[in-house]
């Protein structure tokens, strides 16, 4: 409880400089392609992919945040790829719930360089965003007595006009891969925006009316391969929504174990927040990673306990049941 207190107080101290961003992030931003950029829809080596994320943050100082993803994607082989992808994330002692489903369609048709592997997607999203608390979960300030404390039978004078909204939301996005088998580096990268139709927010009190602010995202990197057996991937992330920003620097290794086993060991860091270290496993058609976010921002100093644990998984398929190359298309 003395934990909490200290974290609302701390809130309460830097509320002038605190840019709120409204839409889940993910330190392993790679693992969840279709939530980083519709653009990234199909794009594999392999011809059907299921991604998987689950992420749990601040839980030893209050009811944790908890965001699990989920989608599914394939590439037809006729320059069109299409994908689903579901994500819920549940907040606060309200029972805050930010849920989405969204189908995506993607073109790969623009090929240029030598054997054409060089490539650039287009890709789009819609689908519906969901969003609700419950209001008989809060504590007003007019409910508190003095000497017993909180008491819910107390009459508040505080109105929650709207508790839930539900809305169609649309993205699109590009990406662009180099996927030379030969070349020492093999460049990716990509742009994204979301909330292109500008979906209202009804929690914003305003006399006018407010919609949730795009977000848009900007990610690249190369993979480096330095041996038969090694290679590093550094990649960078950009995110802004509304007056916040998201920027972020990384790096991971790739070490063949032998045919069927790669291990992958690096980190993330997140300016003016968390550094994120990353150790994962490759298998046959399956990739299991694990990350944990390390705060390092003034709210970390301040209050422990508000670390994130993440962990994802990939299963990559070939219908001709060929084994994969790892990494030789982005997963970032």
Known sequence: M????????????????????VDPHFS???????WLNPGMTGVMDGDYRVTGVYRNQWSNVMTPFTTEGISADVSTGKNLNLGANFMNQTAGDAGYKYLNAYASIAYSGIRFGKDNNQRITAGMQFGLLSRRFDPSKFQFGDQWNPITGYDPGNPTADVIAQASSSVLDIGAGFSYFDGGPDKMANFFGG???????????????????????ARY???????INLSEIASITPNILYLQQGNANEKMIGVFTQLKVNDYTDLLFGANYRFKDAISPYAGVAFQNMVLGVSYDVNTSDLGKAVTGT???????????????????YLSCPRF
Do not use: M
């Not at 925006?193 to 407010?210: I, M, Q, W």
């Open 217 to 223: 995202t900007f990610h690249a990197g190369a993979r």
């Open 307 to 325: 670390n994130s644990l993440e962990l994802s998984f990939t299963y990559i398929g070939r219908k001709s049941g060929k084994p994969l190359l």
């Open 191 to 213: 742009i994204a925006a979301f909330h292109l139709n500008r979906p209202e927010d009804p929690f914003v009190s305003s006399s006018t009316k407010k919609f949730l602010p």
């Open 2 to 21: 003395r934990r909490v207190i200290y974290f609302l107080l701390f809130l309460l101290a830097c509320v002038s400089e605190i840019n709120a961003q």
């Open 28 to 34: 392993q931003f790679y693992a969840y392609p279709l």
